[in-house]
């Protein structure tokens, strides 16, 4: 079994910075993409960045310059640096790993309990 844990969440007011952590734990072979995503009360939930093993990124127009995700492969963790915070940041934000754990053949998307992120002045 794998298991995502989330940490770094708190309640800034807008303008002010967090850091995200998630860590990966368990059977794990090896970590494909590494995702943050975030659900704010009655939206859907969507996708905030992503990273490839390899160190790629993808960041989404709304949090582009604003956020940045990196990940540390030998401690199987990704981060989300998040700056310039904005109430409409406001949200439960999300990791999600593609791993692919020993004595299997295929990859599974684990998912992170959550953590939660409130911008107010």
């Known amino acids: 079994q794998v298991q995502l844990v989330e940490s770094g969440g708190g309640s800034v007011p807008p303008g002010g910075s967090l850091r995200l952590s998630c860590v990966a734990s368990?059977?794990?072979?090896?970590?494909?993409?590494m995702r943050w995503y975030r659900q704010a009360p009655r939206k859907q939930r969507e996708l905030v960045a992503e990273?490839?093993?390899?160190?790629?990124?993808n960041h989404v127009d709304p949090v582009k310059g604003r956020f940045t995700i990196s990940r540390d492969n030998a401690k199987n963790t990704v981060y989300l640096q998040m700056n310039s915070l904005k109430p409409e940041d406001t949200a439960a934000y999300y990791c999600e790993a593609d791993v692919l754990q020993f004595s299997t053949d295929y990859v599974r998307a684990y998912w992170g309990q959550g953590t939660q992120v409130t911008v107010s002045s």
């Open positions: 990273i490839t093993s390899g160190g790629r990124t």
């Open positions: 368990g059977r794990i072979f090896r970590i494909g993409v």
